[in-house]
Every structure is written in C-alpha cells, then in structure tokens.
C-alpha cells in the first residue's frame, strides 16, 4: 500500500497540510488555517497545520495526532489500513469518508487509475483487453494508442488497474461509429470487469476523462449508449438519438458540457 494512503483512504499527498509542512510554505498553512476553522467552527491556528501524513512517521496536526477515531481505530488494530480491517463494510465512520470521497475506497482496496501515457508499456496488453470486451479489431485501438502516445492527438485512453490486471477502461476518440460526425469527441468502449463492479470505478474513469480533455481546452464530450439512468449520474446528458454505422435501432447520444 502507497504510505502516503491515510488509514482512511485520504489520499495524504496531495493534502494541502502536509504540503505547507514539507514546503515550509506559511501563505498556504495560514490558507489552511482559515479554511479547516470556517469549515469545523472551531479555530485552528496555523501552527496546527503542521503533519507528514497520515501513517508516516513525524509531524502530525492535534487532530490527526489524537482525535481522529478511525486512525485511533486502525492504530489499536494493527492495521495497515481500513481496508484490511474486517468491520470496514460496516463502519459507519469509513462510509462517511468514502461518501464524501469515493476515492478513498479505491485506494483502499488497491486500485490504481492511470492515463496510457502514463504506463505506455500496457498499450499491448490494454488493446488486446478492450478487443475481447468489444470486438473491435486490436490493431485499430493501436492505432488510436499510437496517436495518443505519440502526442498526435489529446483523445486519450484511461485504465484503472487492480494489481497488474486492467479492472476498467475507457477512451476517447473522434466518432465511435455513428452518424453525426459533428458530434466529437466521443468517449468509447467504457466496460469494467464484472467482479469489480458498483465501486465507482467507471464514474471515476469518465471523469478523468472529462477533466483530462477540459484542461486541453477540449469541451463538450460525447458518448454514444443504449443504457439510461447510469451516465446521468455523473453529470452526462442525454442529448438525442443517433443511428450507429449499420443499425436500424437508434442509440442514445449524451453530451458532458
């Protein structure tokens, strides 16, 4: 488990007490300061703001240190986090964290979201699994691969990973395969595992999706599905009916804004 994970499944890397600390930066420890006061009802002094993480030796802000009762919890147990602990699908206190950061129970149960570019060695072996899923010839994702890692083109491929094995994935190309070819850039061949799904994890995949072509200045996104009530949930809008190449049944076409 990457040490940065809290107990909980918070991500301590990327928070932004710990980076005032190992920064030294006292602009963001008073920004935190305020925000944790106005966010708690209580004040909290930027001298509070002082931790390395969650489960790594050092600093630790009073709450961290001895309030927190999952990180107490876990301490007691011996665990390494929640996520080996046999109550997690019970405990109320970790259902609140993961509410209000699904992320959490992704770290905790291992998995790991990453871009092609960002471990291109799989391009292979994530072509070949997104042929088995949908039958669409393996060297036309490589090509599409090829342009993306090539920097050839932002329409990007999105794995999240248990282990070394592809869980889910995405990815985004001009037209999947329909008729209006106005409509562009089309998210595609989204699937997940089905022993790993109702985690998130496709929600997840999308909206990497979505912030990854947002940041390129690449705004709105398409979708082509014939599932209703699931993209809804992630801010996706069905939009109107198109005829995919060589059906006479129209899908349904979403747009993400």
Same mark, same amino acid.
């Given at each position: 488990m990457n040490r940065y994970i809290a107990y909980c499944g918070l991500d301590c890397e990327t928070c932004e007490a710990r980076l005032? #600390?190992?920064? !030294?930066?006292? $602009? @963001?420890?008073?920004? $935190? *300061? *305020? @925000?944790?006061s106005k966010l708690n009802g209580a004040e909290i002094t930027p001298d509070m703001i002082r931790c390395t993480g969650c489960r790594i030796p050092g600093e630790k802000t009073p709450y961290c240190d001895s309030i927190c009762p999952i990180r107490r919890c876990a301490s007691e147990k011996g665990l390494e986090t929640c996520g080996s602990c046999s109550e997690a699908d019970s405990c109320?206190?970790?259902?609140?964290?993961?509410?209000? #950061?699904?992320?959490? %129970? !992704?770290?905790?149960?291992?998995?790991?979201?990453? #871009?092609?570019?960002?471990?291109?060695? %799989?391009?292979d072996t994530a072509a070949e699994w997104f042929h088995e899923k949908w039958h669409v010839p393996k060297e036309a994702y490589l090509d599409c691969m090829r342009a993306y890692l090539n920097g050839e083109t932002e329409y990007g491929w999105f794995l999240c990973l248990k282990g070394t094995q592809i869980a889910g994935g995405l990815g985004v190309i001009e037209n999947d395969f329909h008729e209006r070819k106005d409509l562009t850039p089309n $998210?595609?061949?989204?699937?997940?595992?089905? *022993? !790993?799904?109702?985690?998130?994890?496709?929600?997840?995949l999308l909206n990497m999706a979505v912030e990854d072509l947002r940041a390129r200045g690449i705004s709105p996104v398409y979708l082509v599905t014939d599932h209703t009530g699931f993209y809804e949930r992630y801010s996706w809008e069905f939009l109107c009916l198109v005829h995919s190449d060589g059906e006479e049944t129209p899908s349904r076409m979403y747009i993400h804004r």
């Amino acid at each position: 488990m990457n040490r940065y994970i809290a107990y909980c499944g918070l991500d301590c890397e990327t928070c932004e007490a710990r980076l005032a #600390t190992i920064r !030294h930066d006292e $602009v @963001l420890r008073e920004k $935190v *300061a *305020a @925000l944790w006061s106005k966010l708690n009802g209580a004040e909290i002094t930027p001298d509070m703001i002082r931790c390395t993480g969650c489960r790594i030796p050092g600093e630790k802000t009073p709450y961290c240190d001895s309030i927190c009762p999952i990180r107490r919890c876990a301490s007691e147990k011996g665990l390494e986090t929640c996520g080996s602990c046999s109550e997690a699908d019970s405990c109320e206190r970790l259902a609140a964290i993961v509410r209000n #950061t699904p992320a959490a %129970l !992704h770290n905790l149960k291992g998995y790991a979201f990453l #871009t092609l570019r960002e471990c291109p060695d %799989l391009m292979d072996t994530a072509a070949e699994w997104f042929h088995e899923k949908w039958h669409v010839p393996k060297e036309a994702y490589l090509d599409c691969m090829r342009a993306y890692l090539n920097g050839e083109t932002e329409y990007g491929w999105f794995l999240c990973l248990k282990g070394t094995q592809i869980a889910g994935g995405l990815g985004v190309i001009e037209n999947d395969f329909h008729e209006r070819k106005d409509l562009t850039p089309n $998210v595609c061949a989204v699937y997940t595992e089905p *022993a !790993h799904r109702n985690l998130g994890i496709a929600g997840r995949l999308l909206n990497m999706a979505v912030e990854d072509l947002r940041a390129r200045g690449i705004s709105p996104v398409y979708l082509v599905t014939d599932h209703t009530g699931f993209y809804e949930r992630y801010s996706w809008e069905f939009l109107c009916l198109v005829h995919s190449d060589g059906e006479e049944t129209p899908s349904r076409m979403y747009i993400h804004r």
